[in-house]
């Protein structure tokens, strides 16, 4: 995972940098479904929600940055 300095807003409370929620294909619906996929792909077996989560996450995030243009 990339180190990523936090920001604080108004409040105080620590964000995520503004440019990184904005231009993240990936969201949480996203990875819900592509986990959820993965779960009726392995025949509805229980046990494996968090291992969903992260591979639906990661295939997601790859598909993403492979679309993305490449910093030079």
């Known amino acids: 995972m990339a180190n990523v300095k ?4 108004a409040s105080g409370a620590k964000t995520q940098p503004s440019e990184d929620r904005e231009t ?3 969201t949480r619906d996203a990875i819900a479904q592509r986990a ?3 779960y009726v792909a392995r025949g509805c077996e ?3 929600d968090v291992e969903d989560w992260f591979n639906a996450e990661r295939e ?3 598909a993403n940055n492979a679309l993305s243009p490449k910093e030079i």
Do not use: I
């Not at 936090?6 to 807003?9: E, S, V």
């Open 6 to 9: 936090l920001q604080q807003d």
């Open 24 to 26: 993240s294909l990936v």
């Open 36 to 38: 959820y996929t993965l």
């Open 46 to 48: 229980d046990g494996h």
């Open 60 to 62: 997601l995030q790859e």
